[in-house]
């Protein structure tokens, strides 16, 4: 049941309130209202929104490394080193659900930005490129870790939240060092002992919020399509092409600006994945092939999974979902079905026929769009 503003006065006044209140309330409604975000004012106000108590609350942000969970990945290329994935607690990802889906504004955060923004993916991504004749592929290391806590509270702070509620939300959705309340008669900030968090891969709001906290890197990247080029970035990868053949030294002046532009944001390009190609018949953007006509699946990702129903036919379910090294069938039964699930979006005539064969072959469905468990080429 809604309640007049005048109502809300007359409540606020009754129980104390002052005119000023009054004034950062509404002013707290308005700007959250324009940034398209549900308006919060209190930690505690935070507690009762997301059913998650308020002293609990208060734990974990003082203290976030308890309540995540870290598993290690391997990453794709054999002998590269591994990929943390932090998990977070029951109790933190319900707030942090609760973050993602009302506290950051509906939208896409940038023109050129694709991943973790509903209504854009990687085919969106890839397509932009079709009919590139120079193709360049940048990366950036540490990707999630650079993106800082400070960055994040202005996320918050920029939708319309109070001060001190961003901060606490930027605590809730960043990890590292532990933070102290500061219990001082005349302190005039409520937590001391404050250091850099950062961004933690594995929490469900680190995309978007990697995204709003990169706008203006994004602008800045956008720009250069000014000049001709057209660049997308998609997380940590940034694609940049060109309809005609670059030469050496365009391509290396491009990567240098990039490189010093990106450097402001503490964010540094991985040199070992930076990639140059021209004049190829199918380029390789994202994991799909673009070429001048469009998007589709590789070749060598389609034999792969081909390859998995060869395998199960051959010597079972379990056995080859233990050959793959999954803890149980059916999380291997879900990395399939997520698979077919995402090849749908691309090649959606292909998807058909190995959903068809999944299903001749007994493999119970799973909805797992998005639920991929472990990586094809």
């Not at 058909?352 to 493999?363: A, F, N, W, Y």
Request: glycine share 10%; hydrophobic share 35%.
């Amino acid at each position: 049941m809604s309640v007049s503003s005048h109502a809300f006065t007359e409540g606020l006044f009754a129980a104390g309130g002052s005119p000023a209140l009054l004034r950062q309330i509404h002013r707290v409604n308005f700007d959250c209202g324009n940034a398209g975000v549900t308006p919060l004012y209190t930690l505690g106000h935070l507690a009762f929104l997301s059913a998650v108590p308020h002293g609990v609350l208060r734990r974990m942000l003082l203290e976030t490394k308890s309540h995540y969970t870290e598993q290690r990945l391997a990453k794709k290329k054999p002998g590269t080193g591994y990929r943390t994935i932090r998990i977070p607690s029951p109790a933190l990802l319900k707030v942090q659900r609760f973050i993602l889906g009302r506290c950051l504004p509906p939208g896409p955060s940038s023109p050129i930005s694709y991943a973790y923004t509903r209504g854009r993916g990687i085919r969106d991504a890839a397509e932009r490129h079709v009919g590139a004749r120079t193709v360049i592929k940048l990366d950036y290391s540490d990707f999630f870790s650079s993106v800082g806590s400070k960055a994040v509270y202005r996320v918050f702070e920029s939708a319309g939240y109070p001060e001190l509620l961003a901060f606490e939300m930027a605590m809730l959705c960043t990890y590292g060092a532990t933070i102290q309340l500061n219990n001082e008669v005349n302190g005039n900030r409520p937590y001391k002992n404050v250091s850099r968090r950062f961004l933690a891969q594995g929490a469900p709001t680190s995309g978007a919020l990697s995204n709003f906290a990169l706008r203006s890197l994004d602008k800045s990247l956008g720009e250069f399509e000014l000049s001709g080029f057209t660049l997308t970035r998609y997380a940590d990868d940034i694609t940049i092409s060109s309809p005609r053949t670059m030469t050496q030294k365009e391509v290396g002046s491009l990567i240098r600006n990039i490189t010093e532009l990106s450097s402001t944001y503490n964010l540094s390009l991985n040199k070992s994945k930076t990639q140059v190609l021209r004049n190829k018949n199918s380029f390789r953007i994202l994991g799909l092939s673009v070429t001048s006509s469009g998007v589709g699946l590789t070749r060598p990702y389609k034999r792969s999974f081909e390859s998995e129903l060869f395998g199960i036919k051959k010597g079972g379910l379990s056995n080859q979902a233990i050959y793959r090294g999954y803890s149980s069938p059916m999380d291997y039964i879900a990395f399939l079905w997520g698979h077919v699930a995402f090849a749908k979006g691309i090649d959606p005539i292909w998807s058909q026929r190995m959903s068809e064969r999944l299903e001749s072959m007994g493999v119970p469905f799973i909805d797992a769009i998005g639920v991929f468990g472990s990586s094809l080429p």
